[in-house]
Protein backbone atom coordinates (compact mmCIF):
# COMPACT_ATOMS: atom_id res chain seq x y z
CA UNK A 1 0.00 0.00 0.00
CA UNK A 2 1.18 3.65 -0.70
CA UNK A 3 2.15 5.60 2.03
CA UNK A 4 1.33 9.20 2.64
CA UNK A 5 3.79 11.48 2.25
CA UNK A 6 1.99 14.40 2.46
CA UNK A 7 1.96 14.99 6.05
CA UNK A 8 3.67 18.06 7.29
CA UNK A 9 5.11 18.28 10.58
CA UNK A 10 4.45 21.69 12.32
CA UNK A 11 7.36 23.99 12.82
CA UNK A 12 7.36 24.60 17.33
CA UNK A 13 9.26 27.54 18.75
CA UNK A 14 11.67 25.29 20.19
CA UNK A 15 12.45 23.30 17.15
CA UNK A 16 11.72 20.02 18.80
CA UNK A 17 10.55 17.58 16.33
CA UNK A 18 10.45 13.33 16.68
CA UNK A 19 13.68 12.04 14.87
CA UNK A 20 11.59 9.41 13.10
CA UNK A 21 11.07 9.07 9.17
CA UNK A 22 8.14 10.86 8.13
CA UNK A 23 6.61 7.91 6.31
CA UNK A 24 5.87 6.52 8.75
CA UNK A 25 3.57 8.86 10.38
CA UNK A 26 -0.19 8.56 9.81
CA UNK A 27 -3.20 11.29 10.77
CA UNK A 28 -5.90 9.87 13.26
CA UNK A 29 -8.74 8.47 11.71
CA UNK A 30 -11.17 7.98 14.50
CA UNK A 31 -13.38 10.44 12.78
CA UNK A 32 -13.79 7.91 10.18
CA UNK A 33 -16.13 4.68 10.04
CA UNK A 34 -14.58 1.44 11.07
CA UNK A 35 -14.17 -0.56 7.83
CA UNK A 36 -13.35 2.75 5.47
CA UNK A 37 -10.04 0.75 5.11
CA UNK A 38 -10.61 -2.46 4.43
CA UNK A 39 -8.61 -4.17 1.98
CA UNK A 40 -11.92 -5.04 -0.34
CA UNK A 41 -11.95 -1.45 -0.53
CA UNK A 42 -8.42 -0.56 -1.42
CA UNK A 43 -7.79 0.40 -4.93
CA UNK A 44 -3.57 -0.35 -4.11
CA UNK A 45 -4.25 -3.89 -2.76
CA UNK A 46 -2.68 -5.86 -5.53
CA UNK A 47 0.42 -3.87 -5.53
CA UNK A 48 0.57 -3.63 -1.63
CA UNK A 49 0.32 -7.43 -2.12
CA UNK A 50 3.07 -8.10 -4.28
CA UNK A 51 5.28 -5.80 -2.60
CA UNK A 52 4.36 -8.13 0.29
CA UNK A 53 3.91 -11.63 -0.88
CA UNK A 54 8.12 -10.33 -2.38
CA UNK A 55 9.03 -10.01 0.97
CA UNK A 56 7.52 -13.08 2.46
CA UNK A 57 9.08 -14.97 0.34
CA UNK A 58 12.72 -14.23 0.75
CA UNK A 59 12.30 -13.82 4.84
CA UNK A 60 11.03 -17.65 4.81
CA UNK A 61 13.41 -18.66 2.88
CA UNK A 62 16.26 -16.94 4.70
CA UNK A 63 14.22 -18.63 8.12
CA UNK A 64 14.88 -21.92 6.77
CA UNK A 65 18.27 -21.67 5.91
CA UNK A 66 18.84 -20.62 9.41
CA UNK A 67 16.73 -23.58 10.89
CA UNK A 68 18.80 -25.87 8.89
CA UNK A 69 21.91 -24.20 10.46
CA UNK A 70 21.16 -24.94 13.70
CA UNK A 71 20.32 -24.30 17.22
CA UNK A 72 23.45 -21.64 17.33
CA UNK A 73 22.73 -19.16 14.00
CA UNK A 74 18.91 -19.30 14.85
CA UNK A 75 20.03 -17.90 18.58
CA UNK A 76 22.22 -15.59 16.48
CA UNK A 77 19.26 -14.80 14.26
CA UNK A 78 17.26 -13.69 17.73
CA UNK A 79 19.84 -11.53 18.88
CA UNK A 80 20.09 -9.57 15.35
CA UNK A 81 16.18 -9.23 15.83
CA UNK A 82 16.11 -7.73 19.18
CA UNK A 83 18.57 -5.33 18.24
CA UNK A 84 16.51 -4.05 15.40
CA UNK A 85 13.27 -4.25 17.99
CA UNK A 86 15.33 -2.02 20.41
CA UNK A 87 16.43 0.22 17.77
CA UNK A 88 13.14 0.99 16.12
CA UNK A 89 11.98 1.65 20.13
CA UNK A 90 14.41 3.40 21.11
CA UNK A 91 14.18 6.05 18.20
CA UNK A 92 10.21 6.36 18.89
CA UNK A 93 10.90 8.77 21.39
CA UNK A 94 13.87 10.04 20.78
CA UNK A 95 13.77 14.18 20.16
CA UNK A 96 17.04 15.88 18.15
CA UNK A 97 16.60 18.98 19.79
CA UNK A 98 17.58 17.42 22.99
CA UNK A 99 19.33 14.85 22.17
CA UNK A 100 21.57 17.61 20.01
CA UNK A 101 22.32 19.14 24.02
CA UNK A 102 23.47 15.54 25.31
CA UNK A 103 26.44 13.93 23.73
CA UNK A 104 26.89 10.35 23.86
CA UNK A 105 23.19 9.95 25.46
CA UNK A 106 22.06 7.32 22.79
CA UNK A 107 25.14 5.08 24.22
CA UNK A 108 23.64 4.47 27.74
CA UNK A 109 20.79 3.25 25.83
CA UNK A 110 23.04 0.58 24.32
CA UNK A 111 25.02 0.26 27.21
CA UNK A 112 21.77 -1.19 29.23
CA UNK A 113 20.77 -3.33 26.45
CA UNK A 114 23.99 -4.82 26.07
CA UNK A 115 24.29 -5.12 30.14
CA UNK A 116 20.75 -7.09 29.93
CA UNK A 117 21.75 -9.47 26.84
CA UNK A 118 24.78 -10.55 28.78
CA UNK A 119 23.11 -11.12 32.11
CA UNK A 120 19.68 -12.93 29.90
CA UNK A 121 22.29 -14.94 27.54
CA UNK A 122 24.61 -15.32 30.57
CA UNK A 123 22.04 -17.01 32.75
CA UNK A 124 20.86 -18.97 29.47
CA UNK A 125 23.75 -20.39 28.02
CA UNK A 126 26.54 -20.55 30.22
CA UNK A 127 26.26 -24.39 31.20
CA UNK A 128 26.26 -24.83 27.63
CA UNK A 129 28.87 -22.73 26.87
CA UNK A 130 30.63 -24.77 29.69
CA UNK A 131 29.80 -28.03 28.18
CA UNK A 132 31.48 -27.03 24.84
CA UNK A 133 34.97 -26.27 26.32
CA UNK A 134 35.02 -29.52 28.36
CA UNK A 135 38.03 -30.56 26.07
CA UNK A 136 40.20 -27.60 26.60
CA UNK A 137 41.48 -27.58 30.28
CA UNK A 138 42.38 -23.84 30.12
CA UNK A 139 39.42 -22.69 28.09
CA UNK A 140 37.09 -24.97 31.10
CA UNK A 141 38.82 -23.05 33.60
CA UNK A 142 38.42 -19.77 32.60
CA UNK A 143 34.70 -19.90 31.25
CA UNK A 144 33.65 -21.63 34.66
CA UNK A 145 35.12 -18.77 36.64
CA UNK A 146 33.69 -15.79 34.18
CA UNK A 147 30.01 -17.46 34.92
CA UNK A 148 30.83 -17.94 38.56
CA UNK A 149 31.06 -14.16 38.65
CA UNK A 150 28.37 -13.60 36.03
CA UNK A 151 26.06 -11.90 38.07
CA UNK A 152 28.28 -9.98 39.73
CA UNK A 153 30.24 -8.90 36.57
CA UNK A 154 26.43 -7.85 35.29
CA UNK A 155 25.44 -5.57 38.23
CA UNK A 156 28.62 -3.60 37.93
CA UNK A 157 27.73 -3.18 34.56
CA UNK A 158 24.46 -1.94 35.67
CA UNK A 159 25.53 0.54 38.26
CA UNK A 160 27.98 1.99 35.89
CA UNK A 161 25.55 2.90 33.63
CA UNK A 162 22.99 4.15 36.59
CA UNK A 163 25.86 6.36 37.83
CA UNK A 164 26.53 7.42 33.94
CA UNK A 165 23.12 8.34 33.64
CA UNK A 166 23.70 10.57 36.86
CA UNK A 167 26.72 11.97 35.86
CA UNK A 168 25.44 12.99 32.49
CA UNK A 169 21.66 14.59 33.83
CA UNK A 170 21.42 18.50 32.81
CA UNK A 171 19.21 21.41 34.05
CA UNK A 172 16.11 22.17 31.75
CA UNK A 173 16.50 18.33 30.65
CA UNK A 174 15.51 16.30 33.65
CA UNK A 175 12.14 15.49 32.30
CA UNK A 176 13.15 14.43 29.04
CA UNK A 177 16.28 11.97 30.18
CA UNK A 178 14.45 10.49 33.19
CA UNK A 179 12.01 9.86 30.31
CA UNK A 180 14.08 8.39 28.35
CA UNK A 181 15.88 6.34 31.41
CA UNK A 182 12.02 4.80 32.03
CA UNK A 183 11.80 3.90 28.46
CA UNK A 184 14.75 2.17 28.10
CA UNK A 185 13.88 -0.22 31.02
CA UNK A 186 10.73 -0.77 29.56
CA UNK A 187 12.02 -1.55 26.43
CA UNK A 188 14.50 -4.06 27.97
CA UNK A 189 11.38 -5.47 29.76
CA UNK A 190 9.28 -6.20 26.14
CA UNK A 191 12.36 -7.29 24.36
CA UNK A 192 13.83 -9.50 26.91
CA UNK A 193 11.73 -10.71 29.11
CA UNK A 194 9.83 -12.49 26.09
CA UNK A 195 12.65 -13.48 23.30
CA UNK A 196 14.49 -14.95 26.07
CA UNK A 197 11.89 -17.33 26.37
CA UNK A 198 12.48 -17.75 22.57
CA UNK A 199 16.08 -18.90 22.97
CA UNK A 200 14.51 -21.46 25.62
CA UNK A 201 12.93 -23.11 23.22
CA UNK A 202 15.57 -23.40 20.98
CA UNK A 203 17.35 -25.47 23.33
CA UNK A 204 14.74 -27.68 24.56
CA UNK A 205 14.27 -29.25 20.74
CA UNK A 206 13.87 -26.83 17.54
CA UNK A 207 10.44 -28.09 17.67
CA UNK A 208 9.22 -26.01 20.03
CA UNK A 209 10.65 -23.02 19.09
CA UNK A 210 9.54 -23.65 15.49
CA UNK A 211 6.26 -25.15 14.95
CA UNK A 212 4.86 -21.74 17.33
CA UNK A 213 6.98 -19.47 15.02
CA UNK A 214 5.60 -21.11 11.46
CA UNK A 215 1.83 -20.78 13.76
CA UNK A 216 2.03 -17.62 13.71
CA UNK A 217 3.20 -16.60 10.22
CA UNK A 218 0.54 -19.10 8.58
CA UNK A 219 -2.13 -17.10 10.98
CA UNK A 220 -0.81 -13.54 10.06
CA UNK A 221 -0.75 -14.91 5.70
CA UNK A 222 -3.92 -16.46 6.27
CA UNK A 223 -5.43 -13.87 7.82
CA UNK A 224 -4.61 -11.01 5.02
CA UNK A 225 -4.97 -13.83 2.67
CA UNK A 226 -9.38 -14.44 3.62
CA UNK A 227 -9.54 -10.64 4.43
CA UNK A 228 -7.82 -9.96 0.87
CA UNK A 229 -10.67 -11.81 -0.88
CA UNK A 230 -13.78 -12.19 1.71
CA UNK A 231 -13.37 -9.61 4.67
CA UNK A 232 -16.17 -7.15 4.89
CA UNK A 233 -16.78 -7.19 9.06
CA UNK A 234 -14.63 -5.11 10.72
CA UNK A 235 -13.04 -7.04 13.56
CA UNK A 236 -11.61 -4.20 15.73
CA UNK A 237 -11.28 -0.47 15.83
CA UNK A 238 -7.92 -0.80 16.87
CA UNK A 239 -6.13 -2.45 13.52
CA UNK A 240 -9.01 -1.16 11.07
CA UNK A 241 -8.31 -3.89 8.46
CA UNK A 242 -8.49 -6.76 10.38
CA UNK A 243 -11.64 -8.57 9.16
CA UNK A 244 -13.96 -11.29 11.15
CA UNK A 245 -13.74 -12.96 8.20
CA UNK A 246 -10.10 -13.21 8.29
CA UNK A 247 -9.75 -13.96 11.28
CA UNK A 248 -11.99 -16.76 11.56
CA UNK A 249 -10.54 -18.64 8.20
CA UNK A 250 -6.56 -18.05 9.89
CA UNK A 251 -8.16 -19.44 12.93
CA UNK A 252 -8.78 -22.55 11.03
CA UNK A 253 -6.32 -22.75 8.73
CA UNK A 254 -3.31 -22.15 11.76
CA UNK A 255 -5.34 -25.43 13.48
CA UNK A 256 -5.52 -27.52 10.62
CA UNK A 257 -2.04 -26.86 9.79
CA UNK A 258 -0.75 -27.03 13.54
CA UNK A 259 -1.90 -30.79 13.57
CA UNK A 260 -0.74 -31.48 10.49
CA UNK A 261 2.79 -29.33 10.86
CA UNK A 262 3.65 -31.60 13.74
CA UNK A 263 3.30 -34.97 12.47
CA UNK A 264 5.78 -33.71 10.53
CA UNK A 265 8.56 -32.12 12.76
CA UNK A 266 7.88 -34.46 14.98
CA UNK A 267 9.39 -37.27 12.76
CA UNK A 268 12.96 -35.31 12.36
CA UNK A 269 15.50 -35.57 15.49
CA UNK A 270 17.01 -32.74 14.52
CA UNK A 271 13.78 -30.69 15.43
CA UNK A 272 12.83 -33.13 18.21
CA UNK A 273 16.43 -33.66 20.34
CA UNK A 274 17.34 -31.32 22.74
CA UNK A 275 20.74 -29.41 22.31
CA UNK A 276 22.95 -29.40 25.97
CA UNK A 277 25.86 -27.65 24.41
CA UNK A 278 27.00 -24.95 21.56
CA UNK A 279 28.27 -27.03 18.68
CA UNK A 280 26.50 -27.56 15.36
CA UNK A 281 26.56 -31.61 14.65
CA UNK A 282 23.92 -33.67 14.09
CA UNK A 283 21.52 -34.90 17.06
CA UNK A 284 20.88 -38.30 17.95
CA UNK A 285 18.28 -38.80 20.38
CA UNK A 286 15.64 -41.33 21.90
CA UNK A 287 12.54 -39.16 21.02
CA UNK A 288 10.44 -40.17 23.87
CA UNK A 289 7.05 -41.04 23.45
CA UNK A 290 5.48 -37.80 22.63
CA UNK A 291 7.23 -38.61 18.99
CA UNK A 292 6.64 -41.91 18.53
CA UNK A 293 3.71 -43.10 16.54
CA UNK A 294 0.61 -44.79 17.23
CA UNK A 295 -1.98 -46.57 15.34
CA UNK A 296 -6.14 -44.93 14.85
CA UNK A 297 -8.44 -47.51 13.59
CA UNK A 298 -10.97 -44.99 11.83
CA UNK A 299 -14.75 -45.75 12.27
CA UNK A 300 -16.14 -47.81 8.97
CA UNK A 301 -17.98 -44.69 7.09
CA UNK A 302 -14.55 -43.06 7.29
CA UNK A 303 -12.90 -45.67 5.04
CA UNK A 304 -16.53 -45.77 2.67
CA UNK A 305 -15.21 -42.39 1.31
CA UNK A 306 -11.28 -42.23 1.55
CA UNK A 307 -9.23 -45.17 1.47
CA UNK A 308 -7.73 -45.44 4.51
CA UNK A 309 -8.77 -47.71 7.50
CA UNK A 310 -5.69 -46.38 10.22
CA UNK A 311 -3.93 -43.25 10.92
CA UNK A 312 -0.72 -42.73 12.31
CA UNK A 313 -0.36 -39.70 14.81
CA UNK A 314 2.22 -38.36 16.84
CA UNK A 315 1.21 -37.68 20.90
CA UNK A 316 2.78 -34.28 20.46
CA UNK A 317 0.16 -33.71 17.65
CA UNK A 318 -2.75 -33.24 20.18
CA UNK A 319 -0.21 -30.99 22.33
CA UNK A 320 0.25 -28.77 18.89
CA UNK A 321 -3.53 -28.26 18.51
CA UNK A 322 -3.07 -26.45 21.85
CA UNK A 323 -0.76 -24.32 20.34
CA UNK A 324 -2.47 -23.98 17.22
CA UNK A 325 -5.69 -22.53 18.86
CA UNK A 326 -3.11 -20.27 20.99
CA UNK A 327 -1.74 -18.50 18.00
CA UNK A 328 -4.90 -18.46 16.47
CA UNK A 329 -7.34 -16.51 19.32
CA UNK A 330 -4.88 -15.00 21.76
CA UNK A 331 -1.65 -14.24 20.09
CA UNK A 332 -2.99 -11.65 17.86
CA UNK A 333 -4.09 -9.86 20.18
CA UNK A 334 -0.10 -8.77 20.74
CA UNK A 335 -0.75 -7.55 17.20
CA UNK A 336 -3.97 -5.64 18.67
CA UNK A 337 -2.16 -4.12 21.31
CA UNK A 338 1.10 -3.06 19.03
CA UNK A 339 -1.57 -1.32 16.89
CA UNK A 340 -3.07 0.97 19.80
CA UNK A 341 0.52 1.59 20.43
CA UNK A 342 1.13 2.83 17.02
CA UNK A 343 -1.92 4.52 17.12
CA UNK A 344 -0.95 6.50 20.21
CA UNK A 345 2.15 7.61 19.07
CA UNK A 346 0.00 8.29 15.45
CA UNK A 347 2.94 5.96 13.31
CA UNK A 348 1.82 3.81 10.53
CA UNK A 349 4.60 1.52 11.68
CA UNK A 350 7.63 0.88 13.96
CA UNK A 351 10.13 1.52 11.02
CA UNK A 352 10.55 0.63 7.59
CA UNK A 353 13.18 -2.20 6.90
CA UNK A 354 10.85 -4.51 5.74
CA UNK A 355 8.95 -3.71 2.75
CA UNK A 356 4.85 -3.94 3.11
CA UNK A 357 5.52 -5.23 6.39
CA UNK A 358 6.87 -2.55 8.33
CA UNK A 359 9.79 -2.98 10.47
CA UNK A 360 10.54 -5.93 12.53
CA UNK A 361 9.13 -5.22 15.78
CA UNK A 362 5.41 -4.72 13.61
CA UNK A 363 6.40 -8.61 12.35
CA UNK A 364 7.17 -9.75 15.94
CA UNK A 365 4.41 -8.25 18.19
CA UNK A 366 2.73 -11.38 18.16
CA UNK A 367 5.38 -14.18 17.84
CA UNK A 368 6.94 -12.60 21.94
CA UNK A 369 3.64 -13.57 22.97
CA UNK A 370 3.43 -16.72 21.30
CA UNK A 371 6.41 -17.41 22.54
CA UNK A 372 6.11 -17.35 26.55
CA UNK A 373 3.02 -19.17 26.07
CA UNK A 374 4.90 -21.88 24.18
CA UNK A 375 7.63 -22.10 27.16
CA UNK A 376 5.15 -22.26 29.91
CA UNK A 377 2.73 -24.94 27.84
CA UNK A 378 6.01 -27.13 27.46
CA UNK A 379 7.37 -27.22 30.90
CA UNK A 380 3.70 -27.13 32.32
CA UNK A 381 2.39 -30.04 30.34
CA UNK A 382 5.32 -31.67 27.65
CA UNK A 383 7.97 -31.80 30.84
CA UNK A 384 7.75 -34.73 32.97
CA UNK A 385 6.88 -33.99 36.56
CA UNK A 386 8.31 -37.01 37.96
CA UNK A 387 11.82 -37.80 38.39
CA UNK A 388 13.39 -40.16 36.03
CA UNK A 389 16.85 -41.09 35.23
CA UNK A 390 17.01 -39.41 32.21
CA UNK A 391 15.83 -36.24 33.62
CA UNK A 392 18.08 -36.32 36.63
CA UNK A 393 20.95 -37.13 34.03
CA UNK A 394 20.10 -33.55 32.53
CA UNK A 395 19.84 -31.80 35.56
CA UNK A 396 23.94 -33.25 36.27
CA UNK A 397 25.24 -32.25 32.96
CA UNK A 398 23.37 -28.78 32.78
CA UNK A 399 23.95 -27.54 36.12
CA UNK A 400 26.91 -28.92 37.26
CA UNK A 401 30.03 -28.04 36.48
CA UNK A 402 32.96 -31.08 35.37
CA UNK A 403 34.80 -31.25 38.78
CA UNK A 404 31.41 -31.30 40.45
CA UNK A 405 30.17 -34.52 37.68
CA UNK A 406 33.33 -36.42 38.82
CA UNK A 407 32.72 -35.86 42.50
CA UNK A 408 28.98 -37.05 41.95
CA UNK A 409 30.30 -39.74 40.33
CA UNK A 410 33.09 -41.32 43.01
CA UNK A 411 30.43 -40.34 45.53
CA UNK A 412 27.65 -42.24 44.49
CA UNK A 413 30.54 -45.29 43.81
CA UNK A 414 31.33 -45.07 47.45
CA UNK A 415 27.78 -45.33 48.59
CA UNK A 416 26.98 -47.97 45.84
CA UNK A 417 30.05 -49.99 47.25
CA UNK A 418 28.68 -49.94 51.02
CA UNK A 419 25.13 -50.78 50.26
CA UNK A 420 26.54 -53.88 47.90
CA UNK A 421 28.98 -54.76 50.89
CA UNK A 422 25.99 -54.72 53.46
CA UNK A 423 23.45 -56.68 51.71
CA UNK A 424 26.56 -59.73 51.03
Given at each position: ?163 WFI ?73 PKK ?96 SGF ?83
Open positions: MQKDHSTSIPSTPTGRVRNRRRSNEVIPEDSKPNGSHLLVNDRNKYRSMWIRTHSSIWMIGGFVFIVYMGHLYITAMVVVIQIYMAKELFNLLRKSHEDSHLPGFRLLNWHFFFTAMLFVYGRLLSQRLVNTVTTDRFLYQLVSSLFKYHMAICYFLYITGFMLSLKKKMYKYQFGQYAWTHMILIVVFAQSSFTVANIFEGIFWFLLPATLIVINDIAAYIFGFFFGRTPLIKLSTWEGFIGASVTTIISAFVLANIMGRFQWFTCPRKDLSNGWLHCDPGLLFKSEQYTLPGWVSQWFPWKEISILPVQWHALCLGLFASIIAPFGGFFAKRAFKIKDFGDSIPGHGGITDRMDCQMVMAVFAYIYHQSFVVPQSLSVERILDQILMNLTFEEQHSLYVKLGEILHETLTGES
